[in-house]
């Protein structure tokens, strides 16, 4: 018997284990988020499966309380039973749904705010394929993709800059990083007309970063001027008009 409660035990802090190492990213964990985007997608996988795991180990023991019931208790084996069944369910939906990397096909569809939230999960995927230079343009991206999708909060899905960002970013970027990849490893730092493939890709994504933040930039314009109108008229009302106001005479 006591066997059987220490092995109720291990199972139960091995489920443990299991969902707090999940929650940190896994056995093997995930790189960092590059960014906000693909934190959220993520951040939504890991509810989802925190609520599998809660309503099954509710059915569970809501399960063996009326089997009790029924039969007027379940025994120490019927105990057993339901821990070692809570221990599988968590170990279990620990680690399902897994969070699914968006298929080459698939980023473009649907809001283009959304698009640029799959982008930076896809790219994440990529990133361990891709030569370090490249890499690097890629995590900052992250935080550049962010700020787009922040100006993109509202744009009509049909704004010429919105059809400009889905072109650039669910087109161009992954169809150039998916041709880099289908080259073989041992070609990619030779030189070809000058320069190699590793070299290409990163100055390409140097130039699609460059352009993300022009677009970023041109369509935080609006906000900007808006901004600066209403500074302007804060400061005739509150600022060198409040100098020149009339002043209560000092009858002391």
């Known amino acids: 018997m006591d066997d059987l409660t220490r092995d109720s035990e291990r ?45 099954a180990v509710f059915a569970i023991w809501v399960g063996a309380g009326i089997a009790g019931a ?15 069944a809570t221990a599988i369910a968590i170990a279990v939906f620990s680690n399902f749904p897994k969070v699914k990397t968006p298929r080459r096909a698939d980023i473009n569809k649907g809001n283009v705010q959304q698009m640029v939230g799959r982008t930076e999960l896809w790219l994440e995927a990529q990133r361990p394929a891709l030569p370090p230079p490249a890499a690097t343009i890629v995590n900052d991206m992250g935080v550049q993709l962010d700020a787009l999708g922040l100006q993109l909060e509202g744009v009509d899905q049909n704004h010429p800059k919105a059809r400009e960002v889905r072109s650039l970013v669910g087109e161009q970027l992954p169809e150039m990083i998916e041709s880099y990849r289908k080259i073989p490893a041992h070609l990619r730092t030779e030189k070809r007309a000058g320069i190699t493939p590793d070299e290409q890709l990163t100055e390409s994504l140097g130039k699609i970063s460059g352009e993300i933040d022009s677009i970023t930039r ?3 314009e609006g906000s900007l001027d808006d901004l600066a109108i209403k500074h302007r008229y804060l400061d005739y009302k509150f600022g060198a008009g409040t100098e020149t106001s009339p002043q209560l005479e000092d009858k002391s």
């Open 11 to 55: 199972l139960i802090e091995q489920g443990r284990i299991l969902r707090d190492d999940n929650r940190a990213g896994g056995r093997h964990r995930r790189a960092p988020s590059i960014g906000e985007g693909s934190a959220r997608l993520k951040q939504k996988n890991l509810w989802l499966r925190v609520r599998n795991i809660v309503l």
């Open 70 to 84: 029924i039969l007027s208790g379940i025994g120490f084996w019927g105990v057993m039973a339901v821990v070692v």
């Open 218 to 220: 041109q369509l935080a």
